[in-house]
């Protein structure tokens, strides 16, 4: 399974655009990018996946480059309720031992008035 | 109602003691996950199910087994609890095959404290 490395945590402020980064260097052929959302004491909330170039939902947009070992997941305008943890995943989801759907420590992002 | 349920929610068990922990889903999933999630250590793998029939062990299977005893049933039991299986356990499902299998829907979770 490709490792993903996210910042452990970022700070905003209301009404501005947040970006948060997940580097997957060994991203393989086969593997999608999954980002999930999880507020405290919640189960986590899938928010968006994509596989290359952009990809956009109405509550994000994901930005893959060409060499697909980064990502970045963009939040619009947040307010104080996207205060949460991120997840990046990265995975085969046509391969069962490929999609064990593996999390890593995510990213905690704070958002204040 | 929710369409990944977990029991208990809470649950106060002393050490040795054998306890389980439910899940089950009304998504016609065929995979289904159990995590636990400690402070600062993100969501780790127990174990995994594809299938009825199929079990594996994720991150950190050692003190837990499982029982998938329906495509809608998945238990998570621990056969001699430890304080450190305190936890908050997630349940979760998933479809299988297809572009978008890599959704999974969580339950709401179990608090467990070993005392």
């Known amino acids: 399974l490709a490792k993903t490395t996210q910042p452990i945590s970022m700070d905003s402020y209301e009404g501005q655009e947040v970006n948060i980064t997940c580097s997957h260097n060994n991203i393989a052929t086969n593997d999608y990018i999954t980002w999930y959302q999880q507020f405290p004491s919640q189960g986590p909330r899938f928010i968006i996946q994509g596989y290359k170039t952009k990809v956009t939902n109405e509550v994000a947009s994901l930005f893959i480059p060409a060499d697909r070992k980064s990502s970045t997941l963009s939040l619009p305008r947040v307010s104080l309720s996207d205060t949460a943890v991120y997840y990046c995943l990265v995975g085969d989801p046509f391969t069962g031992g490929g999609n064990k759907l593996t999390f890593g420590t995510g990213t905690q992002l704070k958002v204040e008035l | 109602d929710a369409d990944v349920t977990q029991t208990p929610r809470n649950r106060i068990t002393k050490t040795g003691k054998r306890i389980m922990l439910e899940c089950s889903q009304t998504k016609g999933h065929d995979r289904m996950y159990w995590y636990r999630q400690d402070p600062g250590l993100g969501l780790r793998l127990i174990y995994y199910s594809f299938d009825v029939k199929d079990i594996n062990k994720g991150e950190i299977s050692d003190g837990y087994s499982v029982s998938r005893q329906a495509q809608a049933k998945f238990s998570l039991s621990l056969e001699s609890a430890i304080p450190n299986q305190t936890a908050l356990y997630f349940c979760?499902?998933?479809?299988?095959?297809?572009?978008?299998?890599?959704?999974?829907?969580f339950g709401q979770g179990t608090r467990l404290t070993v005392v």
């Open positions: 979760a499902t998933s479809d299988a095959g297809g572009e978008r299998n890599t959704e999974a829907f």
